[in-house]
């Protein structure tokens, strides 16, 4: 039961979370010109096309098993630069669909519990899986927004960087594995999960209706 209940408490939302991440970034695509995404089947919720077997199932679910905190990633969005109109414009919205996505998640999923507390609703299990619910997609967007690539963040940044500073940045792509792995082992990753953290906390700390 208890395995059970943390698939749903803490999968269920984060898969739904990594689905809506890509599938912004496959409409956003569209939006700037490109139909590769959607001609790849990937402007789509479906979670089967978006998984990527190690950080959207094993990762995950190992994670449900071991007690460790759950997080993932989905398959990366194609999408054909040469299309584009406005290259570097156009890649910069594309990239920032995705957290951007999360953010909207996030409050959406806020505004849903203010609405649930204010109708004097107070189940424990709905209001900790909205808590858990807005925490996932603020980790995410905050994660994805760091600036290296292959994340979300390096492409965000490389908008406002000389060409010479965007070259150093594709260069040190082989060397981004090893940072994010340090980032989890030497602790750096509480500089993200920390501002998730307090930002759940102050989107959910709603005062109680007067009645």
Known sequence: MELIYKFFMFYVPLLFSL???????????????DLTAEME???SLNPVVHMD?????????????TGLP??????PVPF??????NPKQDVFWIALAGPLSNFLLA???????????????????????????IYINLLLGFFNL???HPLDGGKVIARFLSARWNQWLEDTQRYSTFILIG????????????PAYVLTKVLTSFPSPAF
């Open 70 to 75: 759950v997080f993932g990633w989905a398959k």
């Open 41 to 43: 089947g990937r402007l």
């Open 146 to 148: 760091i600036p290296l």
């Open 80 to 85: 054909n630069e040469s299309v584009l109109k």
């Open 183 to 194: 980032l989890f082992v030497f602790g750096g990753f509480h500089y993200i999960a920390f």
């Open 53 to 65: 077997i190690v950080g959207t199932l094993f990762l995950p679910l190992m994670a449900i098993f």
């Open 107 to 133: 409050f959406l999923g806020a505004f849903v519990l203010l609405v649930y507390r204010l109708l004097s609703f107070s189940d424990i299990s709905i209001l900790q899986w909205g808590e858990v619910f």
């Open 19 to 33: 689905c809506v991440h890509e599938f912004a970034h496959a409409w956003m695509a569209k939006q700037k010109g």
